[in-house]
């Protein structure tokens, strides 16, 4: 199937977890005839439901809900204290005597894909993991379009094999975090236009390119490439739409050419971000700390103190290696600008 046939213009707005692509956004991008992507994996099914109906109250056009497949976790009592103590230089530096113990490590993905089932949006994508031949069925049984996250080829058709729709080959250049599900995260190395030709030759469903793709001319690129989309999360973080705060928005319109990083510190699993004081205090400790999502849920209260106080040294700045040239602007107006850039010659 082309993607054409589901939303009509070569562009899809990336999921940015954490609440940062609101319900506004997400519905401003599809009535421009894009794909708007809610992030529903940090969600409850109930919030994922009400968020679900303001979209549906802003557009009549598909969208798309994004999740993680993921397992819940249940480390021990001594796994937890030891990944406190590490991250003491960070929560000790806010005034605090002790970091508190969260009360779950993560939503539960089983009630969430009975949600997503239940509300039958167009399109569902997922990273972190892959669905079972079964799941697939359900979703388009549901008339769900499935999109999977790849970072390498092996990952591209292990999705195709169990009956997805289209895949997201995400270069290492995206911001937020990586979606590798075979092998080590740290070997998916893999640039979006090295690992975009692959992918496009390996599988016979449609390919979305993903990663520092910022204007009509990467998208240009991509199309070339073999890619029917791209899919951009950075260059709609910033747009009014977006609920970042206003630090964080600050620090990635002023991120010239200060560095992104990978990094595993903030979640356990490697995410991009710009590089900042907790990363390089954490480092020294990386490859210990617990997987995602315990280290997630650990550095949660601080990063959510640090924005309230405006520290971004101790927030995870999640953006990709494109972000000095990311453009604040109403969502529609910049899926207009890269339109226009695309026909531009």
């Known amino acids: 199937m082309s993607l054409t046939s589901v939303f009509p213009h070569p562009i899809v707005q990336g999921p940015t977890a954490g609440g940062f692509n609101t319900p506004a956004q997400v519905a401003a991008v599809s009535n421009a005839g894009a794909l708007g992507s809610l992030a529903c994996s940090l969600l409850s099914p109930d919030v994922i439901r009400d ?35 590490w991250l003491k230089p960070a929560w000790s530096s806010l005034g605090w005597t002790k970091l508190p113990t969260p009360a779950k490590w993560c939503e539960d993905f089983a009630p969430q894909f009975e949600m997503l089932i239940a509300l039958r949006p167009a399109v569902a994508s997922f990273t972190f993991g892959i669905l079972s031949v079964e799941q697939i069925q359900r979703l388009h049984e549901a008339g769900i379009f499935v999109i999977g996250t790849v970072t390498h080829v092996d990952e591209a058709l292990a999705w195709e094999s169990r009956g997805a729709d289209a895949v997201i080959a995400s270069g290492v250049e995206s911001g937020g975090h990586r979606g590798t599900f075979i092998g080590a995260q ?3 190395t893999l640039g979006t236009f090295e690992l975009l030709p692959a992918v496009v030759a390996a599988v016979n469903i449609p390919v979305i390119a993903a990663g520092g793709i910022m204007d009509g001319a990467d998208i240009r690129r991509a199309l070339a490439a073999g890619a029917q989309a791209v899919q951009m999360g950075t260059a709609f973080l910033i747009c009014d739409e977006s609920s970042i705060g206003a630090a964080y928005k600050q620090r990635l319109l002023t991120a010239g050419d200060h560095p992104t990083k990978l990094t595993r510190t903030f979640s356990g699993r490697y995410a991009r971000g710009l590089e900042n004081r907790f990363m390089q205090q954490m480092a020294v400790n990386e490859r210990l700390l617990p997987l995602y999502p315990i280290q997630n849920a650990l550095t949660s209260p601080i990063r959510a103190e640090a924005a309230r106080r405006g520290e971004t040294e101790l927030m995870s700045l999640w953006c990709g290696t494109g972000v000095s040239r990311a453009r604040a602007m109403p969502a529609a107006k910049l899926v207009e600008t890269l339109l226009a850039e695309i026909s531009a010659q």
């Open 51 to 85: 968020q679900t109906a303001q979209i549906r109250a802003l557009t009549d056009r598909p969208f798309c809900l994004n999740f993680f497949v993921q397992e819940t976790p249940n480390p021990s009592a001594d796994e937890v204290e030891r990944a406190k103590e």
């Open 186 to 188: 740290e070997n998916a």
